[in-house]
């Protein structure tokens, strides 16, 4: 009966989740009865430390800087030039509103990381004029919710933030690592939109040639700069100081989250209202997120102090299961999971759990670090919770149906699932370029 405790725990957690039951407060909960049951009065004593040692954690403070960093570029505005600049530029091509939303949609990944708020802006922005140009309604949403989750891939990221900090892996070698998977999922994007262009024309028209002239008749080389150069640089400054050496992630997000600001002014949009707003919506993530945390520390002190881990391990070793499918089993469990419960939950409830096993089994927790993140970005577009199809939901014109929706996102999610099959049959694509970058 002992060593069927931690997964009569577990399965608690998970059972109470499906009901609906707050997740910070289930893993609390669950985790301080079974606490109790276990440790008795001593559990007192060893939960404050665990917390503290969270609340000192210096790689964590980059979670809200970076979610500051977010919110803050949503408002100033940047995303609608990058957006309209885009669709001006490849207008003439038969799916080219569909390829600037995937490459404003990349940007804005590699400024941002927040996928609510990409969701939202490309679906207000671009959703209406695609439907009016005459684009499948399948093709335009599923296009808009894939983009918009790539900001749960390319860094800087708060999931591979939340990832390196969980696994103890460095975050800076995650951000490294995640590089070419995420532009492979770019790639098989823009591959799919061509496929759909030439195979479908009518879902994939081309923009009006007057709106085009129009453009081209303005000052479009001053656009497409003042377009671009913006956000270039804040990426630069903040990926290219990690990556260079010379800030840690945590200096890093606090760059970013600076020079945030200081593009919002420049756009004119930099207000004491604005920087309110901000503040408060940063506040709020950070708090969910953290508070989710608590609650995740609580539970693997109870679980790993059950021998929960212990057990686990025994059991796929004695099982002979190779590492391979283990691997196999936790990427469907995974993948599964995100059809239920969001990334933040399977990050700190999963995770954990299974990651002493892979150790066990001499697996290279970089790499494994890139598959769950790959694996999680699915969760954002799987139904019946999948976070960017609300998102987009509630943006989206009336004739915009939840069929639609699920319709349109299938293609990206096998897209996606071909990405994390490519870096599991080649695990250099993740660890190349930060060997490469801390060989150099």
Do not use: C
């Amino acid at each position: 009966m002992t060593e069927a405790l931690p997964l009569i725990m577990f399965a608690t957690v998970f059972l109470m989740l499906m009901m609906g039951f707050p997740v910070a407060f289930t893993l609390g909960g669950v985790s301080l009865i079974f606490g109790l049951l276990t440790f008795g009065d001593a559990f007192f004593n060893l939960l404050p430390l665990r917390i503290w040692g969270i609340m000192n954690n210096y790689v964590l403070i980059a979670v809200p800087l970076f979610i500051f960093m977010g919110v803050m570029l949503e408002k100033s505005g940047l995303a609608e030039a990058l957006l309209e600049t885009m669709a001006l530029l490849f207008g003439k091509l038969r799916g080219g509103l569909a390829i600037s939303v995937v490459v404003v949609g990349t940007l804005l990944a590699a400024s941002t990381g927040i996928v609510g708020a990409t969701v939202v802006t490309m679906g207000l922005l671009s959703l209406p004029t695609m439907l009016r140009r005459g684009y499948s309604s399948e093709l335009a949403t599923g296009t808009i919710s894939a983009s918009g989750t790539l900001g749960q891939i390319i860094p800087p990221s708060i999931v591979l933030v939340l990832l390196g900090s969980v696994m103890n892996v460095p975050v800076g070698d995650m951000f490294m690592g995640a590089v070419i998977p995420g532009f492979i999922l770019v790639f098989l994007y823009l591959l799919w939109i061509v496929i759909i262009s030439i195979a479908k024309p009518d879902a994939a028209p081309a923009m009006p040639a007057e709106e085009l002239q129009r453009f081209r008749s303005g000052n479009m080389l001053g656009q497409i700069i003042k377009a671009f150069l913006l956000p270039f640089i804040l990426i630069v400054a903040v990926l290219g100081s990690i990556f260079a050496g010379k800030a840690s992630p945590t200096e890093a997000a606090g760059v970013g989250a600076f020079g945030a600001m200081v593009l919002t002014l420049v756009q004119g949009k930099f207000n004491l209202t604005t920087l309110r707003a901000v503040m408060k919506e940063t506040t709020l993530l950070t708090s969910m997120v953290f508070i989710i945390l608590v609650g995740a520390t609580a539970f693997g002190l109870v679980f790993r102090g059950m021998g929960g881990d212990r057990y686990l391990t025994d059991l796929i070793t004695g099982a002979n299961m190779s590492p391979a499918a283990f691997l196999a089993l936790v990427m469907i469990v995974i993948f599964i999971a995100g059809f239920f419960i969001d990334f933040i939950e399977i990050t700190f409830i999963i995770i954990p759990v299974v990651v002493p096993i892979f150790q066990a089994l001499e697996v290279n927790l970089l790499w494994l670090g890139i598959l769950f993140a790959m694996n999680l970005q699915t969760s954002f577009l799987t139904p019946p919770f999948g976070f960017a199809l609300f998102y987009l939901k509630g943006v989206a014109p009336p004739e915009i149906t939840t069929g639609h929706l699920y319709r349109g996102i299938i293609p990206f999610i096998i897209i996606q699932l071909i990405g994390l099959s490519l870096v599991i049959a080649w695990p250099e694509l993740a660890t190349w370029l930060p060997r490469l970058v801390m060989g150099g």
